[in-house]
């Protein structure tokens, strides 16, 4: 990945071709790509409609009480009231723990500092801390990756499947209503009411190649 910044453009160059984002415009960019990435799939950014950030956590092959212990921790030092939890591959299981890919969402709203702090507070995988360096915003899937074959696609792996909710009555956030709202209908969720939510209705959701794992 090459980017170059100047005043209120950004052009970013990979290996699958040109990006050309118009800061001024955040829904704006154009794209041209002159070569299929191995995985395509899509995800939506963490970024809300005034500039704050809900929270997003990415883990790569770790147990379940990793998981459980990092949202303890930050729910106690940061004050954050929910996480939605799930799992983006399949279970596997020792004695004791199951483990895999997790994704969990936060739909309390943040400040950018804020956020980064966070993240150095939990085991997220390490080239997750690096991701919004490519969209100005952290990302998670929520469709399955495909794979092309000549002019056809296939699945290579499936859709996140949502595992389990936590929610603690003390928070200090407002909540992110398009972000609730891109979970109850991209996954299909019921989710209880949430009080202090604001009145936003878009998310952003992005086309991004990805790896095999």
């Not at 379940?64 to 591959?89: A, G, H, M, P, Y």
Request: with cysteine; glycine share 4%.
């Amino acid at each position: 990945m090459f980017k170059i910044e100047k005043k209120n453009l950004e052009f970013r160059l990979s290996r699958y071709g040109l990006k050309l984002e118009y800061k001024r415009m955040p829904y704006f960019n154009l794209t041209f790509n002159w070569k299929k990435p191995d995985l395509i799939t899509q995800g939506i950014t963490n970024r809300c409609s005034d500039g704050k950030y809900v929270l997003f956590l990415d883990y790569d092959q770790v147990y379940l009480s990793t998981v459980l212990e990092d949202i303890q921790t930050i729910r106690k030092r940061f004050k954050l009231c929910n996480f939605f939890i799930f799992k983006s591959s399949s279970l596997k299981s020792s004695l004791s723990d199951v483990y895999a890919n997790w994704f969990v969402y936060s739909i309390d709203k943040l400040d950018y500092f804020t956020m980064k702090q966070i993240l150095k507070n939990v085991r997220v995988d390490e080239a997750y801390n690096k991701g919004d360096y490519y969209h100005n915003a952290f990302v998670l899937r929520f469709s399955p990756k495909y794979y092309f074959r000549g002019k056809s696609f296939f699945v290579y792996k499936e859709q996140p499947k949502f595992f389990g909710l936590k929610l603690f009555k003390s928070c200090k956030y407002q909540h992110s209503r398009a972000h609730l709202n891109a979970l109850k209908i991209l996954f299909g969720l019921r989710i209880p009411s949430f009080k202090n939510i604001d009145s936003s209705r878009q998310v952003e959701i992005v086309t991004y190649p990805t790896m095999i794992k």
